[in-house]
T-cell receptor, first 116, second 112 residues
Framework: EAGVVQSPRYKIIEKKQPVAFWCNPI?????LYWYRQNLGQGPELLIR????????DSQLPKDRFSAERLKGVDSTLKIQPAELGDSAVYLC??????????????FGSGTRLTVV | RKEVEQDPGPFNVPEGATVAFNCTYSNSASQSFFWYRQDCRKEPKLLMS???SGNEDGRFTAQLNRASQYISLLIRDSKLSDSATYLC?????????????FGTGTQLKVEL
């Protein structure tokens, strides 16, 4: 079974440029998350989708970040314009609301963003 | 104050040692608890869930104290391959579909 697929794996951009990350969750997982992990820190939630609806975007810096999950499957996270402080690993994860234990929460391998 | 607090370490221990990690959480509405393992430049992966009665998986034992809002992980007979960052994780809801809140992680280095 394919896991959570993210692309690209690495991205280096100059500040003020736009950047986009893509995520394809595990088939059948209706909940999709974008997390950001800064160096030496744990992942922090940016946005959570249930199907195509963003149900928690309180931590998403909406002045420069946007996300979409148009058909309730794959998702795109965009930053425009990028700042130096956006350098981090952006992790996508998925889970099923029907998973009673919550053990089926799965992360993708992440996109490592460097803003120079 | 962070929602989930851990000692960042690093913990440097010899192979075969027993090591314990502790974690506290501030949200009393938290219902589910986990330890995740994260290898260098990799994504976090579930190590084990933590139950109120305590649970064991081979060399790993997890404990939960809801009254004190405290979670622990004990690793016995450490192996070189145990070297990683261990993330304490809590979730408000009992089932899937709810966000996970992560601690900063505790780095473990097991040495010869």
């Amino acid at each position: 079974e394919a896991g959570v697929v993210q692309s690209p794996r690495y991205k280096i951009i100059e500040k003020k440029q736009p950047v986009a990350f893509w995520c394809n969750p595990i088939s059948g997982h209706n909940t999709l998350y974008w997390y950001r992990q800064n160096l030496g820190q744990g992942p922090e939630l940016l946005i959570r989708y249930e199907n195509e609806e963003a149900v928690d975007d309180s931590q998403l810096p909406k002045d420069r970040f946007s996300a979409e999950r148009l058909k309730g499957v794959d998702s795109t996270l965009k930053i425009q314009p990028a700042e130096l402080g956006d350098s981090a690993v952006y992790l996508c994860a998925s889970s099923s609301i029907y998973d009673g234990t919550g053990d089926g929460y799965t992360f993708g391998s992440g996109t490592r963003l460097t803003v120079v | 104050r962070k929602e989930v607090e851990q000692d960042p370490g690093p913990f440097n221990v010899p192979e075969g040692a027993t090591v314990a990690f502790n974690c506290t959480y501030s949200n009393s509405a938290s219902q589910s608890f986990f330890w995740y393992r994260q290898d260098c430049r990799k994504e976090p992966k579930l190590l084990m869930s933590v139950y109120s009665s305590g649970n064991e998986d081979g060399r790993f034992t997890a404990q939960l104290n809801r009254a004190s809002q405290y979670i622990s992980l004990l690793i016995r007979d450490s192996k070189l391959s145990d070297s990683a960052t261990y993330l304490c994780v809590v979730r408000e809801g009992a089932g899937g579909g709810n966000k996970l809140t992560f601690g900063t992680g505790t780095q473990l280095k097991v040495e010869l």
